[in-house]
């Protein structure tokens, strides 16, 4: 059952924050979020295993709930670089990840 | 350190022919993954292979795909025939593998794939 991803599509002003989710209707043993700019591969942003983890690195941050199935990607005072799509990739105790379909976040100057 | 390599990066055919795609994980590497990403769509595995071993493959069409591992290193993904919807990028990323799951996933540059 692949992930539903909010919103579909975000466009922001460079500085503005955006928050991305990602819930699943099977519980959640992980949650993998990547991001993908146009014509290149995915690029591995952060991994959370357990419930209740937080993480985050420079201005992008992420959480997982576990009882509610979801995990949130914080981008705080986005910037140029930050526009592609966000992809979260759920593990549901098997070996398989499920991808959802993507948020596609535009920043402009 | 390297990253996962893939070829060819572009390949154009017609219906029904056949194509394969290469990829060569991250040494040392022990898990390596195919998957199919329609435009617009995320990545939809196709086959996981832990060493030389199957883990999943439970998305790749049988009928028309093929997928090997040979030596435990670097893989082929074969399609034949191939059919329109097989339009996609070919992505193959790679694990360190040691549990097989809740792992960083290294991707390949693709290989985009036109079926005309």
């Known amino acids: 059952q692949q992930p539903v991803q909010s919103p579909q599509a975000v466009i922001l002003r460079e500085g503005e924050d955006a928050v991305i989710n990602c819930s699943s209707s099977?519980?959640?043993?992980?949650v993998h979020w990547y991001r993908q700019k146009h014509g290149e591969a995915p690029v591995f942003l952060m991994i959370?295993?357990?419930?209740?983890e937080q993480k985050g690195h420079d201005k992008i941050s992420a959480s997982f709930n576990e009882k509610k199935q979801q995990s949130s990607l914080y981008l705080t005072a986005s910037q140029l670089s930050y526009s592609g799509t966000y992809f979260c990739g759920t593990e549901h105790g098997g070996f398989k990840t499920i991808f959802g379909a993507g948020t596609r976040l535009f920043v402009k100057a | 350190e390297a990253g996962v390599a893939q070829s060819p990066r572009y390949k154009i055919i017609e219906k029904r022919q056949s194509v394969a795609f290469w990829c060569n994980p991250i040494?040392?590497?022990?898990?390596l993954y195919w998957y199919q990403q329609i435009l617009g769509q995320g990545p939809k595995l196709l086959i996981q292979?832990?060493?030389?071993?199957?883990?999943?493959d439970s998305q790749l069409p049988k009928d028309r795909f093929s997928a090997e591992r040979l030596k435990g290193v670097d893989s082929t993904l074969k399609i034949q025939p191939a059919k329109l919807e097989d339009s996609a990028v070919y992505l193959c990323a790679s694990s360190v593998g040691t549990i097989g799951y809740q792992e960083t996933q290294y991707f390949g540059p693709g290989t985009r794939l036109l079926v005309l």
């Open positions: 959370l295993l357990k419930g209740g």
């Open positions: 040494s040392g590497h022990a898990t």
């Open positions: 099977k519980a959640l043993y992980s």
């Open positions: 292979f832990q060493n030389n071993g199957v883990v999943d």
